[in-house]
Nanobody
Framework: QVQLVESGGGLVQAGGSLRLSCAAS????????MGWFRQAPGKEREFVAA????????YNADFVKGRFTISRDNAKNTVYLQMNSLKPEDTAVYYC???????????????WGQGTQVTVSS
């Protein structure tokens, strides 16, 4: 079992930045692909970014457009999402997830955190 705990969310003005962290415990994540997803009220949970187990490959949703960067530190068992140039439409609960394949398909992930709220004011 892998337990995931997100942190770093909060309230930020449009154009600002946040860095989300996802700390894992219970098992090393060094052999897991990791993903970030988000869910706004009344909407489906959507893919944001994913990273391969080695960190050598990353994938981003189209709406990221160079604003977000996913990274990982396997020695610290932690994954990050650096978010810059935030927009009000980025407001959502952000979740990290672990799975065997780095994909935008949320059903491919086996473990999920509880999420961290990100609110971007205009």
């Amino acid at each position: 079992q892998v337990q995931l705990v997100e942190s770093g969310g909060g309230l930020v003005q449009a154009g600002g930045s946040l860095r989300l962290s996802c700390a894992a415990s219970g098992r090393t994540i060094s052999r897991y692909a990791m993903g970030w997803f988000r869910q706004a009220p009344g909407k489906e949970r959507e893919f944001v970014a994913a990273i391969s187990w080695s960190g050598g490959r990353t994938y981003n949703a189209d709406f990221v457009k160079g604003r977000f960067t996913i990274s990982r530190d396997n020695a610290k068992n932690t994954v990050y999402l650096q978010m810059n140039s935030l927009k009000p439409e980025d407001t959502a609960v952000y979740y990290c997830a672990a799975g065997m394949v780095s994909t935008e398909n949320k059903y491919a992930y086996d473990y999920w955190g509880q999420g961290t709220q990100v609110t971007v004011s205009s």
